[in-house]
Each structure stands twice: as C-alpha cells, then as structure tokens.
C-alpha cells in the first residue's frame, strides 16, 4: 500500500466521518454487541483501510461495509442472530480477482438464496480492472465492491468455504465444508483470458449451487 500524508484538518475530518460509521453501527447491533466491541471492529478496519491512497476518499464507507460484514458474520457463528440461507465463503490471494469473480456470479445466480462473501489472505488496494469489465459484460456490477482481508468471522459463519490459490492461509474449523477450486489466476491476462475463466468460474458455481439444492437462475 501507499502510504498517505494528511493534513491536521483532513485527518480530522477522516476520522470524524469514519465516527458517525461507527455510531450507525452501534446502533444497529444494539443489544447483540457492546459499544466498545462496535469500535474495536472498526477501528481495526480503519487502520487496515486508511493506508490505500486510491481509496482514501471512500475509507468512511468501506469501513462501514467491512466492519459490519464482520460483525454479522460474528453474530451468526456465536447465535446471537439467525442464519436463514446457506453462506458461502470464497477466498483467494488478493481478492481482487477469483474470489470477487466467483462471489459475484454465486449473488446473481443463487437469485440471493445465498449469502456470499470474499476475502483475500493478501488484499490488493483494488479490483483488477480486466475482471471488472468482463464481469460488467455479463451484468455483474463491481464498481462497489473492494478487496477485503481475510477473518476469522467470515470463516467461522461460512457452510462452505472456497479456496482459489491461496494455500494453507485459510484456518480449518471442523463442521465446514472446504473445496479448493485450481482456477488460474487472470492477473496481468487479456480480456478473452479473462472471460475464459469467468466461463470456468461459473460452472462451478452452477455445479456448487446443485448441491446446495438452489436452481441457478438463467
């Protein structure tokens, strides 16, 4: 990452945005977390967000989203709230590639029966912007998206895991499922490469959606 100088002003204003994140989030975890785990969490994101300088602008939301992506997925695994649909978790390096191409495609064809999240075990600063033109060619939309680092919560609420190059980075908790999908990384490919392994990327969604009983939708 690079490293980002701020002003007095701009740090203030930074950390004041990143607040009013916090004090949303305490509200809505009322009465499953206290406030001072709510701010543990994101003040762990903030330190871990603050320092990509092509992101700095959108910090206060990516924390927001991070922080409350772990705090779910910590409430689940500890049944504090329900889980209603199977989660699916898929992990890869950077999470700017596979893993983002993968959680992308399991949202739009599981029609939202399936709750997906992604992760890397060395988050870029960004999407690869190949993925995210091919993936917009097939109506997925990841401008929103961004690469997250890997936790503990997100592994312990997950039914299912999914690997893609990342080796031995993912912690084991027995009950889960884990599948290491070999699918080649499209870092530095073209675009027809690109699709070559969003086409492979989705038929094993599809064939991962059959055993979890869900209809692929289109």
Known sequence: ???????PAEEGELRLRVRREA?????EFDGIFSVETVERYVQESFEGFRGRARLLDFVPVFVHRYSRERLRALAQSEGRIAKDQPEVLFVCVHNAGRSQMAAGLMARLSGGLVSVRSAGSAPADEINPAVAAVMAELGIDLSQEFPKPLSDEVVRAADVVITM????????YPGKRYLDWEVDDPAGQPEAEVRRIAGDI??????????LGVVAAG
């Open 1 to 7: 990452m690079t490293p980002v100088s701020l002003s």
């Open 23 to 27: 004090e949303a989030l305490q509200r």
């Open 165 to 172: 190059g990342c080796g031995d980075a993912c912690p084991i």
């Open 202 to 211: 989705e038929a094993r969604v599809r064939g991962l959606l059959a055993e």
